[in-house]
């Protein structure tokens, strides 16, 4: 034979093979355009001057990008590579009767991947450029940059792709040979044709799915907070998904075996023959709607959490910063302090700017780290020996008086001598602070009068700490006695001396850069470090910052928000590509498996329009199986991805649940739209 033949061959095997093989080249091609692009906006040459920074998140969030999609690539290439060579089995195994020896047919595999290659990734690498100025100019106007850019070729982007698609397309080939060297020509004659025996009920895997998926839906509704939703995450995410996969493999298996003792519905025409013919290629149809349940979840969880970060933006913005202009320190019980004489102060000098105040919140706190026994919370030395463990981790107290409660939340707060009001429940009400080991410890005692809202938090700690309880005290006296007992102690044991938090927070009519320049002069020369009260003495502090809600830290948030939800649209996009790709090769597949017997079904008098319905029948059981089990994933892991948000300084539980039902409306659309073209593909299949 001439050298030239076996690229021809190649060539035509993948045009006769279009409507297997173009899908196929398709996905590669859209792939590899999304890694290069991934991959572009990972390097920084589209930040101009004075952007580095801002763009450093995108650059973060689009390598995790090349990493998720990497791994992705490998795995589902290797998928829809296996359907395709399932449907060219008769077609190799001719060859190889006709007299192609196997290392023949390894050479024209061969020469269909380098086609594959060029094709697919050179065609990626160039559809992602064409679109990478449209990306980053998306991915910019969501991180409220502006959006216009220059258009820049990335050779480093262009290597690794070729380079890595190259890769994978290697392994798919590897994976070729192996299934040729292990099957004999007769096998591969028959391998398309092949059916399956009834399988059995697998109970014990039914079991284990049943349990695997209630300890993943446990997690979910048991958690309560959020460093351990972010510890417990992917722990309730690794038992759901082999709760999933069990689910497709055993439990409806079961269930369609149960459907043929319900004589309304299984002695029904289309229902008898989608049973029936579903329950015989089950064990093949599992692991294929386990993955479209998967990627389905997926999909929704990335796109409502990123919609929920980046519409929760301004909302994550005054949680962290509740006034425009924020002052916080720190002072000692020592030094010379009082809150009202700097508010009143710094109101004056703000307003010599010419700026109006409008609204103050002031408040005072100390934090304690505690481990709590009961009803007694004891204050000690921190261990030395390193980190305590996660079953083991201590109790943030954060102690605040009512006038401050007051300040934030605008609730009078009615507490007596020794009362307290906190967002924990004690045991009978009854309260006990202990400070140090010894006989000699101090302790003060009190009786918890009201239970305050669990959602209730400071911008100072928020839910950062491991473990955080807010108590209220009456007063300043009250946070007084409770740092001295701690300082008493802390003498005992060389203990740092304990201090007050302080913030005061203004809001006034001034824009941008109005405000910096308050900031300007009250931190220029002989500021706030020097401030002096009514009489003439120095106001003492340790420490004493202004930080400015809008400016920089309004760029920074949406820097970050923006290049999450950037992230989540782009891979969403990619995975509902492999979803709609998985079930087209699922339709095409067992579209031809069943013509033939629907052509001897005809033969014995079923009509065209029975084997409409029929094919609607189970069309529907087996496509929106996936839909309405990710739609359960969904619900429950909506709690999970509350809790994280909220690490993000975003509490609107109502804004993540309408973005969550939103975005299951979206992909339902979609995944309709789907279902409609693979459903009229397979009967077109069917009825030629």
Known sequence: MSKSFYPQLALQNCVKNGKFYFPYLLTVLCTAAAFYICEALSESPWAIEGEAVRYDYLTMFMTIGVVILGGFSVIFLLYTNSFLMKRRARELGL??????????????????????????????????????????????????????????????????????????????????????????????????QMGERQPKTRFFIALLGLCTLGGGY????????????????????????????????????????????????????????????????????????????????????????TLSLYLGTEDSLHTRYPAQLNFRGRYRLTQNFDLEEVEKIFRERVEEQGAE?????????????????????????????????????????????AEGYRSLTGETLDLGRGELASTAAFPDGAVSFVFGDGEESGRLDYRQTKLLPGDFYLPDYGVMAMRTAYVVLPDMDALEELLNQWNAAGRNANWREGSVKWYLGLDTGADVQEQQQIEKALFGPAGPEEMTDSSGERIEWDAMLLELREGMNTEEYYSINGGFFFLGIFLGLIFIMAMALIMYYKQISEG????????????????????????????????????????????????????????????????????????????????LAVYLATARTYYKIVSE
């Not at 992917?234 to 079961?254: D, K, R």
């Not at 921190?382 to 008086?401: A, I, M, N, R, Y």
């Not at 739609?631 to 993540?656: C, E, I, P, Q």
């Open 592 to 671: 031809y498996e069943d013509r033939e017997r629907f052509k001897i079904m005809q033969q014995v008098g079923l009509t065209k329009r029975e084997i409409r319905r029929s094919i609607n029948s189970q069309v529907l059981l087996v496509f929106f199986a996936p839909l309405a089990v990710a739609g359960v994933h969904l619900a429950f892991d909506f709690g999970l991805v509350k809790l994280l948000l909220t690490l993000f300084s975003v509490y609107n539980s109502r804004l993540a649940a309408w973005c969550s039902l939103a975005t299951f409306g979206v992909f339902t659309l979609l995944y």
């Open 357 to 401: 105040v409008t609204g103050s919140i002031a408040y005072q706190l100390t934090a304690m780290e505690m481990r709590q026994s009961g009803s007694t919370l004891r204050c000690q030395a921190k261990d030395q020996e390193g980190p305590p463990s996660l079953s083991d981790l201590p109790l943030t107290t954060v102690f605040l008086t």
């Open 95 to 192: 060859y190889n009767v006709l007299g192609m020896g196997k290392g023949h047919i390894a050479l024209v595999l061969s020469y269909e991947s380098l086609y594959t290659w060029i094709l697919g990734a050179g065609g990626g690498i160039l559809v992602g450029m064409l679109l990478q100025r449209l990306m980053i100019m998306l991915a910019r106007r969501l991180m409220r940059v502006d959006p216009l850019v220059r258009f820049s070729i990335v050779p480093k982007a262009i290597l690794t792709t070729a380079a890595f698609f190259g890769f994978c397309l290697l392994l798919t080939l590897l994976g070729n040979f192996w299934r040729l060297g292990r099957q004999n020509p007769v096998e591969l004659l028959r391998g398309s």
């Open 218 to 305: 446990g997690i979910a509704v048991t958690v309560k907070n959020p460093i351990d939703a972010l510890a417990q995450y992917f722990l309730a995410v690794g038992l759901v998904m082999i709760g999933t996969y069990c689910l497709f493999s055993a439990l409806s298996i079961l269930v369609l075996k149960l459907l043929r003792f319900s004589r309304n519905y299984y002695y029904k025409t289309p229902h008898f023959i989608g049973v029936s013919g579903m329950i015989h290629r089950m064990n093949r149809n599992a692991v294929g709607l386990a993955n479209i349940c998967i990627l389905s979840t997926m999909v929704m969880v990335m796109i409502s959490g």
